[in-house]
Each structure stands twice: as structure tokens, then as C-alpha cells.
């Protein structure tokens, strides 16, 4: 089975920080969810949506996660970035983290109010990307200022992501047109925010596509993780993630495409 290049519907659970400021939360526990989660999505999979799904998982909570989808093929990505820190640190020098993981994996990075030192850090790990023939996805996240301006600034300092993940919103029209002004880029990738996915269908309902799809997080897994912490058992509240995943898929009102550059 081939990798899936550039699936639709991607389930973000690679937070670190949040999962352990929850009281109760312990590594154990954390990483027990990650892995039930990923297997209660796959599970419940027809066999021909594997390519539409994907995971972004990372290497301290989700290993066990993360061997469970590469054993079914199905697209994942891993964060390089320091979870929690500002500005924006890496794990390791980018090439040494990239050299440790498979050929197939992407490469998730998150930046928080973009300005040039933090460009700085992109343009090493992109480097790295390209000297080894990997692929990236830039998640952007603006606390303060135009969503717009940041990635017209992050274009124009050279970053040519191959998927853009940012919030629904002013400013994603730009955001499109840096996507489809690059020849590899798959396109852009609507996140979560936390929202409940009613207010996401409702939100992304009144925008112009198509886009790439969305990589939604804490919309799917947050309740079900607390009430997990609460007493609900693990495999109950994994099944909830799971069909929270299928509702997100099923009621997504965009058209959803990709770039083959």
C-alpha cells in the first residue's frame, strides 16, 4: 500500500504541554490515550477512506501511536518544535532530527507570531528539508496582528512549506494565494481552535475553497481526555475520539483539493 501523499482529514493529538497541564495527567496515561486513540480511528476506517485520514503525532507521547499508523501506511507527521517554549526552539539541529526519522515521515512545525528571528529557525530547518528531499507543514498561529501579513512575511522571506496549517478567518485568502503561488505546495490546512465541530462546520461553511482539508486536535480529543481523567474508561473515551474524528469528515462543508506540483 502507498503512503497516502496528502490526505483530507487529519487528527492532531502531538500536544505535549496541554495534556500535561491537566491535573491527574501523568506520561503513562498520556501516552496510553494517544496510542487507543490512533487505534480506535483506524479501527473504525472503511478501507477507502485510510488515504482520505492522518495523524500528527509526537515522538514523547505517541511513539506507540505513531508505530500503529505506519503499520497501516496511513500519513503522519511529527512536531520539531519545543512544545510550550516562545519564540520558536527546535528539538534538535534540523538535519541530525531529520536523519533520525523514516524518509516518509512530515515534519510539523508551529510558530506563534512570526518576526525574523523565528524566520531565521524556519529557513535552517527548510534547508534541511530540501538538502534531504523532506516535506514540512507550517502551522502559523496569530495572537496578535493579520494572518495575512504573517504568512505574506513568511513567503517573502523565502518559506515555501509544502502544507500551511492556520485558523479560518481573515487573511486565509492570502494564505491560499501563498499556497498556490508555490509548485510543491499540497495547500492549506484549516486547525481546530478548540471549537466544538458544530462551530467549525458552521465557521468553514461560509468560506471560499477548496482547501487542502483540516488538522483538528483538542475539537476531537479534549473532552473525551478529561472525562478519561474523570473515570471514563480508556477504551470508551478513545471510541469517543474516534467518532468525533467521523463526524468531523463527515459533515466538512468545503470542497477539498491539493496541488501536485
Not at 99 to 109: F, L, S
Not at 131 to 147: A, I, S, T, W
Amino acid at each position: 500500500m502507498q503512503l497516502a501523499e496528502s490526505p483530507h482529514f487529519i487528527l492532531a493529538i502531538d500536544h505535549r504541554k496541554w495534556f500535561e497541564d491537566q491535573p491527574g495527567a501523568t506520561p503513562g496515561i498520556i501516552s496510553e490515550f494517544k496510542a487507543a486513540v490512533v487505534r480506535a480511528a483506524l479501527e473504525s476506517l472503511p478501507p477507502a477512506d485510510v488515504s482520505q485520514v492522518g495523524f500528527i503525532l509526537d515522538h514523547q507521547y505517541g511513539g506507540a501511536a505513531m508505530t500503529a499508523a505506519s503499520q497501516r501506511r496511513v500519513w503522519t507527521a511529527e512536531p520539531v518544535e519545543q512544545s510550550g517554549v516562545f519564540p520558536l526552539a527546535l528539538l534538535d539541529a534540523p538535519r541530525r532530527w531529520l536523519e533520525q526519522r523514516p524518509a516518509d515521515r512530515i515534519t510539523k512545525v508551529l510558530v506563534f507570531d512570526p518576526d525574523e528571528g523565528q524566520a531565521r529557525v524556519l529557513q535552517s530547518l527548510q534547508d534541511a528539508c530540501e538538502q534531504l528531499g523532506r516535506r514540512y507543514l507550517l502551522e502559523v498561529v496569530v495572537r496578535k496582528g493579520d494572518l495575512g501579513q504573517s504568512v505574506d512575511f513568511l513567503s517573502q522571506s523565502g518559506l515555501r512549506p509544502h502544507w500551511w496549517k492556520v485558523a479560518a478567518g481573515p487573511g486565509l485568502a492570502r494564505v491560499q494565494a501563498a499556497a498556490e503561488s508555490s509548485a510543491h505546495c499540497r495547500g492549506v490546512l484549516l486547525l481546530g481552535g478548540g471549537e466544538s465541530i458544530e462551530a467549525l462546520h458552521a465557521g468553514w461553511a461560509a468560506l471560499s475553497g477548496p482547501v487542502a482539508g483540516c488538522a483538528v486536535g483538542r475539537s476531537l480529543f479534549g473532552d473525551p481526555f478529561l472525562a478519561h481523567l474523570a473515570g471514563l474508561p480508556l477504551p470508551e473515551a478513545a471510541g469517543q475520539v474516534a467518532q468525533n474524528f467521523r463526524k468531523l469528515r463527515a459533515g466538512f462543508p468545503l470542497p477539498v483539493g491539493r496541488q501536485t506540483g
